[in-house]
T-cell receptor, first 112, second 111 residues
Framework: SQTIHQWPATLVQPVGSPLSLECTVE??????LYWYRQAAGRGLQLLFY??????ISSEVPQNLSASRPQDRQFILSSKKLLLSDSGFYLC???????????FGAGSRLTVL | EDQVTQSPEALRLQEGESSSLNCSYT??????LFWYRQDPGKGPEFLFT???AGEEKEKERLKATLTKKESFLHITAPKPEDSATYLC????????????FGTGTLLAVQP
């Protein structure tokens, strides 16, 4: 079965500082990987998805970027955080041929 | 524009008091309707997938149903441990597992 590791679990950063959130996956190979953001009072918003190493698709223009340096590693980054970047960031895995997304435990980001 | 709307936003029930949560959707080319449960501070946990109108699925006290425009999550004789946010999502046509999520229903079951 799949295991998803996300870190850090909680992060408090000042406006203008950089960001790096990491997601690694065990128990599957060549997965589709996703970054979602959940803001207060809003549904989960798809930010990026990746179908393979180095392949990133962006769903929403924003201050963030994503990279996939290895098959089971997905990184969310920002060079300069904005207040509006605060939220709960979730990494998800969709295995080939499976319709169900499995979510990690999430990273809570507060930008002050 | 693809959209998923859930109601009510919050629901408070007494233990044993059955009720239903609603998820209405407007999407081009539905490829599945998903229900997730989310506990505070955690990632969503998969409950059900429904693919065609008339389909029903059950798990313990939960039953999900699907029509051409909406889905219902029926909760029968709920217990306090059923308290959580329930999320509905529609998978739209395309090469990826893109899910459009609703904002969820926060369910509180009081003993």
């Amino acid at each position: 079965s799949q295991t998803i590791h996300q870190w850090p679990a909680t992060l408090v950063q000042p406006v203008g500082s950089p960001l790096s959130l990491e997601c690694t996956v065990e128990g599957t190979s060549n997965p589709n990987l996703y970054w979602y953001r959940q803001a207060a009072g809003r549904g989960l918003q798809l930010l990026f998805y990746s179908v393979g190493i180095g392949q990133i698709s962006s769903e929403v223009p924003q201050n963030l970027s994503a990279s996939r340096p290895q098959d089971r590693q997905f990184i969310l980054s920002s060079k300069k955080l904005l207040l509006s970047d605060s939220g709960f960031y979730l990494c998800a895995v969709g295995s080939s041929g499976a319709n169900v997304l499995t979510f990690g435990a999430g990273s809570r980001l507060t930008v002050l | 524009e693809d959209q998923v709307t859930q109601s009510p936003e919050a629901l408070r029930l007494q233990e044993g008091e059955s009720s239903s949560l609603n998820c209405s959707y407007t999407v081009s080319g539905l490829r599945g309707l998903f229900w997730y449960r989310q506990d505070p501070g955690k990632g969503p946990e998969f409950l059900f997938t429904l693919y065609s109108a008339g389909e029903e699925k059950e798990k313990e006290r939960l039953k999900a149903t699907l029509t051409k425009k909406e889905s219902f999550l029926h909760i029968t004789a709920p217990k306090p441990e059923d308290s959580a946010t329930y999320l509905c999502a529609a998978r739209v046509a395309g090469a990826t597992n893109k899910l459009i999520f609703g904002t969820g229903t926060l369910l509180a079951v009081q003993p």
